[in-house]
């Protein structure tokens, strides 16, 4: 019997709305048979080091054992058809137009990916300057967190870097800070720079990656270590951080093989940290606090500010870091040691460890391109992070590259039930933005509040419910096809009745009218309304730019019907405006019914 493929559980669960919505349920607990195969191994020595690392003074650490990793097969360069480039740019970039598709398939792919690693990335906080300094300048409004949303919008669908862009986006739900946070969310600067760090880093390394998550203060106030403190009297240090950066950043809860499969000790998934971890990790976590010229008390504190510390690294203060002993995965810590020594060694701890490259993959590869990919998909990705073929570990480039190129990524849609994932209802708008060429006749990309699930779209960039991100990489949908197949959906965490509701209605107006303030961002539908009288042109065009070429023929029959349903007639002297009403109308509905449909919907 013919399994299912993924697009026919998504379609059913969510024509049936089985799904619970909201962030912050439940699902994320690491469960085999909806994640990742199982391999029992025996139980592992105790203390058993990361691999491989250089301690900052060896003369204070525990040496670790150093592993050679496998040199992983070269990932060729591909050759793409117009439908190709389509689907690979809906996964690459905030969403295909036709002058990238057609650019893609005169190329390849070691062209493309040379030319947008060699682009420069065009900074966040620039923008977010250039607005302060006209509100000094005018003593205008002062300049809020909505800002954000619109260097975001003008970035994801303008942008010339769009692999950055994409990249950092999912890097934002991997390393998560959200400006639901009352004291992140008016650091308009803070927030801008983060995510800044994050396309800086989405080309470099994941080591640096890793410092950068951990140093910046936005990330220091959002996981509560920016002035956390040295144990003293009945005070701890605080382990917020300690634990997110193990739990979700790096290493996950359970050790894994290096295609993401779960190691088993006595039929139990074997743990990756234990509650003394965390306490030893939060102690090297002590001491950081805002960025400044000294490290007086008031400057740690806060009452003292450099003007660009919501965007520099946070530094040490060595009168509040821990110089107690601090143990952790299998590392020991004299206390000798400086504070940025230990935070260097902790760092390269996490990102030797084993499970790095398998936890971090798997999100990747969540995030990018399918929901439940392969061990094999996993495990390629994962030999990749640990050795580029010239033998540096986290090579970001090579890593991204890997992801997009691998073999279940390019397979043909459909050709195994694991291919796959639901769009988010953030990139669904992106890709109609990019695909019609939205913009603003002022330049301001004013789309501010979409949170809401019946009114917007119930997704904000860097506005996650909690630090679990909108959705958790292991969330099954409750009493689903999906959960019977034994798979996951994470973006189904935030699919229920209002968000369908409000998606289709929010695409109405937007596909008609515009969207943002004002509906002041437009669609061009120039080229669409040539096609107009043409319904299976029309209708062939909206496939490649919204479904990459794969529509089923059930499907395009049905729009096809739709649009020629809404009669042209006849031109004469007077009914010019009548004909282009029409006209337009079939070029919106053919978007609109393709948009609605579960096909789309689901990104193959």
């Known amino acids: 019997m013919t399994k299912p493929n993924l697009r026919r559980l998504l379609a059913s669960t969510l024509l049936s709305l089985l799904a619970a919505c909201g962030g912050g349920g439940g699902g994320d607990s690491q469960t085999p048979s909806a994640q990742q195969p199982v391999v029992t191994v025996p139980p592992p020595a105790t203390g058993t080091p990361a691999t491989p690392t250089v301690p900052a003074d060896p003369g204070t650490v525990t040496p670790p054992v150093v592993v050679t ?14 439908k190709e480039a389509s689907r690979f740019l809906a996964r690459a970039t905030f969403g295909p137009n036709m002058a990238a598709i057609d650019a893609l398939a005169a190329s390849d792919s070691d062209a493309w990916f040379a030319e947008q690693f060699a682009k420069p990335q065009t900074l966040h906080l620039a923008y977010m300057d250039k607005l302060l300094a006209a509100q000094v300048a005018s003593g205008g409004p002062r300049v809020g967190f909505t800002a954000f949303y619109e260097t975001f919008w003008q970035q994801a669908i303008r942008g010339d870097d769009q692999l950055r862009q994409r990249v950092a986006f999912a890097l934002s739900q991997i390393f998560v800070i959200s400006m639901q946070n009352e004291t992140v969310r008016p650091l308009v600067r803070g927030t801008s720079s983060y995510y800044d760090m994050l396309g800086q880093h989405a080309f470099g390394n994941f080591r640096n990656l890793l410092e950068g998550v951990a140093r910046h203060p936005m990330m220091g106030i959002y996981l509560s270590h920016l002035r956390n403190q040295k144990e003293s009297g ?3 240090p605080d382990e917020n951080f300690a634990r997110e950066v193990m739990q979700l950043f790096t290493i996950g809860l359970v050790q894994l093989n290096p295609d993401g499969s779960v190691k088993m000790s006595g039929g139990k998934p074997i743990d990756t940290y234990t509650r003394e971890d965390v306490a030893g990790l939060a102690k090297v976590f002590t001491g950081l606090s805002w960025a400044g010229p000294d490290q007086a008390n008031g400057r740690f504190n806060g009452s003292v500010a450099d003007p660009e510390r919501d965007s520099k ?14 143990r952790f995965l299998g590392q020991s810590i004299s206390g000798a040691t400086s504070g940025d020594d230990d935070i260097k060694l902790a760092l390269d701890t996490l990102f030797n460890h084993p499970n790095a490259a398998p936890f971090f993959s798997r999100q990747l590869i969540q995030r990018l391109v399918t929901s439940n990919p392969s061990a094999a998909y996993i495990g390629r990705v994962s030999a990749v992070f640990a050795n580029n073929g010239k033998g540096v570990r986290g090579d970001m480039q090579a890593i991204v590259r890997a992801v997009l190129l691998d073999p279940d990524a390019v397979a043909m849609a ?20 990019r695909a019609f060429d939205a913009k603003p006749a002022n330049g301001i990309y004013n789309i501010y509040y979409l949170d809401d699930q019946l009114s917007g779209l119930g997704q904000s960039p860097l506005n996650a419910p909690s630090v679990f991100n909108f959705y958790r990489p292991s969330y099954v949908p409750p009493n689903s096809a999906i959960a019977s197949a034994g798979l996951v959906a994470p973006e189904m965490q935030i699919t229920s009745e209002p968000s369908v509701t409000g998606y289709l209605n929010f695409m109405q107006e937007a596909i008609n009218s515009g969207i943002g303030d004002a509906r002041l961002v437009k669609p061009d539908y120039t080229r669409e309304l040539a096609l107009s009288a043409d319904a299976n042109a029309l209708v062939d065009r909206v496939d490649l730019l919204m479904m990459n070429g794969a529509m089923s023929s059930r499907l395009r029959g049905q729009i096809v019907n739709a649009v020629n349903s809404i009669t042209l007639p006849a031109a004469s002297a007077t009914n010019a405006p009548q004909i282009a009403n029409l006209q337009a109308n079939r070029v919106k509905l053919a978007i609109f019914l393709a948009m609605a449909s579960t096909e789309y919907l689901v990104q193959k």
């Not at 990793?69 to 117009?82: I, K, Q, W, Y």
């Not at 203060?317 to 601090?326: G, I, L, Q, R, V």
């Not at 195994?416 to 669904?428: A, C, D, F, H, V």
């Open 414 to 433: 459909g050709s195994t039930m694991r291919t796959g994932k639901l769009r988010e209802p953030l990139l669904r708008l992106a890709n109609w933005m």
């Open 69 to 82: 990793p496998t040199v992983p097969a070269p990932v060729a360069a591909r050759v793409f058809t117009r």
């Open 234 to 236: 009945t005070r701890t």
């Open 313 to 326: 690294p946070m530094q040490m203060y060595a009168a509040f870091h821990s110089t107690s002993e601090k």
